[in-house]
């Protein structure tokens, strides 16, 4: 689907794709980066970062640094122990007996994995405070080191934490029904491993901070980050100072993918540094260090297993997990497998079920949240597994899919959820309307006939996923510490203009066209005369900002509310002055008209005059037209759909290339299509990326080797195909506008779909698996494997 309509000027504007009014100032260059901001007297951080994964830290010498050019200051981790009032934070404490070590800026006694910063320079220029750290000594007892999350949780293993006496964080458990008794009574009983590698993030804008402290103990953090509010609150905890005394500013931030939702050292670092100094402490992530010193994603073991009929009803599904936290616990470390929890059943009505996680330390750079999050891990086991029950029951794995699907909505689930709405059929019907299977099939036919070296094959992945990380009572039961709830504020104008003030906080998913479309339409006024303000603590005040594919099916439904606050204000000024009833008033194309005598008319610019000017207002009224909601979801958002995709793989190298990529997603009602396609394109590239080529590999020593793109191997444009893509709507009927989230559909759906498609290619000469990435060199060693 080519999103091409073009938004009216005047009239309906949600459902069409109006241009992105961000696009302009990227492309004209007239954007605020972090690294562009130099406030008079800046001064420039570098980290000392521990080359080792695990090494006692003897001693830190600092004065050939503190005497070389242009520095201003020299710390080491010891030397900045009374700045911090508590740990880095970790929100998400999943059970009670979570073991949770303290995190502090920089390590003090011990470094506990390759990136670990144990000193900090400030220098006058970014070239000058590198120069200075590369003069620091550090005496270092190198330690053992595990990076693999197996054999971490070994009797004799390295411990990362020698004082907890063991690499397990947390065990977490979640049953329903009887799987046991399931899998005794089942014809069929599959169970298949899966390791996920782990993956670098990767945003286009490394990370970046620059702090500013004022007389008066305020301070002032612009942060290239997805969470101003939340990084608000927890600076509170690390560096104590109260919330009311620091302003978080996100500019603009070049993307994110999760790995930006969250506090990091260097954060708390410029701020306490520009503290101590009196002047605008600033640091920029350079490639490099963005590999080992931002977080990772994935990194899991899963052991999933199916009791079936013989006729392909599926009774059960248990799923257990081993997943890597890397050397500390981050903002959400411990709880981003919990966001796949419940959605070990996919689209499938399975009555009994049985999911478990361990978390692990390992000397590795600590994992988080990961575009998916929890979700693309288990979309991935489950949608595996399903093309091996198929392979052992000799069924078609589409039609095992359709004779497993929830049908009657809303669906509770065994997990304990409800699912909204939706309708799978619809997806995948559609799916193979643009597929063309039957063609795909006698191609493949053909070519295995001719044994040719060149060989096809198409596989599927029926998906949905929970996101918007709402409701917030169901947060609290899972013990996740803050709320899943967002604010919008409304405020006209005297002349007219709309302000817009929202709590997400957008680094590429276009809030500022998506929420002016939605108030456009609702207010009726031209989406020219809405301004969208965000990703500033000390203008919008209230928020819970933007992860999770939580933006539109909160923050976008807390806009609707406010909307509807400021038009009720309005009805009751224009039903004053014109003398009518409320009730007596119908409101269309920005106006409030009198029922049966349309000539008495007021627009909501007059009303929103009238309210400022405040002559003429009901007794008891407050002056201004401004309204302010804060919504709370009663439900997770549900998304779903289809995709397949179709590979040819070289039998004699290995070689994998996707020749056609088919997507049907159901993300409910959509504000402009175009975006959605944007979000969707950019989810299915990296999840397709995970399958082919992306991985972090650490050797024995937990030392990271692929270090650069030339070993870690992020895709162009040139390495996909041009993506088909539709969609089918199932309206979500939990939120006014019909929304749910779209921007990690495409990484849940896509992984499995070419891994699936990778094994279909080659079934016939006896493969039944490839671990992700199917490189080359793994797809020749699977067919050695089946030859000897």
């Known amino acids: 689907m080519t999103a091409t309509e073009t938004a009216p000027t005047t009239g309906t504007f949600v459902g069409t794709s109006a241009k992105r009014r961000e696009d302009a100032a990227l492309l004209t260059g007239r954007t605020t980066w972090v690294d562009n901001m130099a406030p008079f007297g800046t001064v420039v951080m570098a980290i000392v970062r521990s080359p080792y994964a695990h090494a006692r830290i003897k001693g830190v010498n600092l004065e050939a640094a503190r005497a070389a050019e242009g520095v201003v200051a ?8 009374e700045d911090w009032k508590g740990s880095l934070p970790c929100a998400w404490a999943v059970t009670e007996d979570i073991k949770m070590p303290p995190h502090f800026p920089l390590a003090i006694e011990e470094a506990r994995y390759q990136g670990d910063g144990v000193a900090v320079v400030i220098a006058d220029s970014r070239a000058l405070a590198k120069d200075a750290a590369e003069l620091v000594e550090v005496d270092y007892e190198p330690l053992a080191a595990v990076a693999d999350l197996e054999k971490a949780l070994a009797d004799d293993a390295p411990l990362v934490h020698s004082d907890l006496e063991t690499n397990e964080c947390y065990v977490w458990k979640l049953d329903a029904g009887d799987v046991q008794g399931a899998i005794d009574a089942a014809d069929v009983v599959v169970t298949r491993r899966y390791v996920q590698p782990r993956l670098i993030p990767n945003a286009i804008e490394p990370r970046a901070v620059l702090a500013q402290a004022g007389p008066t103990d305020e301070v002032t953090l612009w942060s290239a980050t997805q969470v101003p509010h939340i990084l608000r609150f927890a600076l509170q905890l690390v560096v104590g100072i109260p919330e009311s005394k620091i302003r978080v500013i996100a500019p603009h931030v070049g993307g994110g993918f999760g790995s930006k939702l969250d506090v990091y050292a260097e954060e708390a670092l410029a701020v306490a540094l520009a503290r101590r100094l009196g002047r605008p402490v600033k640091w920029t992530e350079e490639r490099a260090e963005n590999y080992v010193a931002t977080i990772h994603g994935r990194d899991t073991v899963h052991e999933l297993t199916f009791a079936a009929t013989k006729d392909g009803k599926i009774t059960a599904v248990s799923s257990e997990a081993k997943c890597a936290m890397g050397a500390y616990l981050q903002l959400v470390t411990p709880g981003i497998p919990l966001l796949g929890a419940w959605i070990y059943n996919g689209p499938y009505d399975i009555p009994n079920y049985s999911v478990t996680f361990t978390g692990v330390f390992t000397n590795t750079t600590p994992t988080d949240a990961y575009r998916g999050a929890g979700r693309p891990e288990a979309t991935y086991v489950l949608e595996r597994t399903m093309d091996a029950l198929a392979t052992e029951l000799g069924m078609d794995p589409v039609e095992l899919r359709r004779k497993n699907f929830i049908t009657e909505f809303p669906a509770q689930l065994a997990s ?9 059929h619809a997806s995948l019907d559609k799916l193979l309307e643009l597929l063309d299977l039957d063609e795909i099939r006698s191609e493949q036919a053909a070519r295995r006939e001719r044994e040719d070296v060149k060989q096809i094959g198409v596989g599927f992945s029926t998906y949905n996923e929970m996101c918007g990380l709402a409701p917030s009572r169901i947060l609290g039961a899972i013990r996740y510490a803050v709320g899943g709830w967002d604010s919008a504020t409304i405020r006209f104008q005297p002349l007219g203009s709309v302000q817009v003030v929202t709590g997400t906080s957008p680094h590429g998913q276009s809030h500022e066209t998506s929420w002016a479309q939605i108030v456009a339409d609702r207010l009726g006024v031209g989406m020219d005369d809405v301004e969208v303000l965000h990703g500033d603590t000390a203008v919008s005040q209230l928020g819970m900002d933007t992860y999770g594919s939580r933006s539109l099916a909160v923050g976008g439904v807390a806009l609707w509310h406010a909307s509807e606050k400021i038009l009720d204000k309005a009805r009751t000024i224009v039903s004053h002055q014109l003398e009518v009833a409320p009730d007596d008033l119908e409101f269309a194309d920005g106006a409030f008209s009198v029922k049966g005598s349309p000539e008495k008319q007021m627009s909501i610019q007059a009303a929103a005059f009238q309210a400022h000017s405040a002559h003429n207002l009901p007794d008891g009224m407050e002056p201004g037209l401004e309204a302010t909601a804060v919504y709370d979801p009663p439900n997770f958002s549900w998304p779903a ?22 997507a049907v997603d159901d993300v409910g009602s959509q504000v402009n299509p175009m975006i959605v396609e944007g979000q969707v394109h950019g989810g299915i590239t990296q999840g397709i990326a995970a399958a082919l080529w992306e991985e972090a590999v650490y050797d024995e020593d937990a030392n990271l080797l692929t270090t650069t793109m030339t070993t870690y191997l992020v895709p162009t444009a040139a390495e996909l195909p041009s993506f088909e893509t539709d969609r089918t709507e199932s309206s979500s009927p939990m939120n006014p506008l019909g929304v749910k989230g779209v921007g990690e559909t495409g990484t849940i759906a896509a992984a499995p779909a070419v891994i699936n498609a990778v094994v279909d290619a080659l079934s016939h000469l006896g493969v039944s698996d490839i671990q992700m990435p199917a490189t080359p060199e793994r797809v020749w060693r699977a067919l050695q494997e089946v030859k000897s």
């Open 74 to 81: 020299v710390f080491s981790g010891a030397d900045l122990a």
């Open 416 to 424: 304990g959820l409800t699912i909204d709405s939706g309708d799978y």
């Open 641 to 662: 759909g289809a995709h397949a995709a179709v590979v040819e793989v070289d039998t004699e190298t290995g070689d994998t290339r996707l020749i056609r990529y088919v």
